[in-house]
Structures are given as C-alpha cells and as structure tokens.
C-alpha cells in the first residue's frame, strides 16, 4: 500500500481525531480512505446518472410493462 502525507491546520486534526474515537475507527488513515471511497462512489455514481440522462430513450415503463413483466414472471413459475 503507498502512503501520502497530508498537512492539516488544528482544528481539522482535531475534527480527524474526533471522528476516528466517536465513529470506530482504527485510525486517521482508515478514516480518510473510508472519505475517499465515499467520494469515488459518489463520482462513479454521478457519472452514471449523467450518461443515463444523455443516452437514448429506451422502452416506456408504464403499467402494461409491468403486466407483461407479471405475465413473463407467472408463465415461467408454471413451467
């Protein structure tokens, strides 16, 4: 695993600290890689709904959708 050194003024040590006692943490590190993941997710997340937002329209999810999904789902129980 590398390692990557951050400076942090006092107040935000201290914050790191607080949040490694109160929520469980092993340690500072642990805390941050915990945040980093958060962030990855959420970007990969993001960038996901983005492109499902440009991407072509696909089939009309309506009531008669689900029937025939139903429909689908209760021919292949009877099999």
Request: glycine content about 6%; proline content about 3%; some cysteine.
């Amino acid at each position: 695993m590398n390692t990557i050194n951050i400076a942090l003024p006092e107040a935000l040590e201290c914050f790191v600290n607080d949040q490694v006692t109160t929520r469980g943490y092993s340690s500072s590190s642990e805390y941050v890689r915990e945040l980093i993941r958060r962030d990855y997710d959420r970007q990969c997340l993001r960038a996901r709904l983005l492109a499902g937002a440009t991407s072509p329209k696909g089939a009309v999810v309506d009531t008669d959708y689900f029937d025939l999904l139903r429909d689908g789902v209760s021919e292949v129980g009877q099999r």
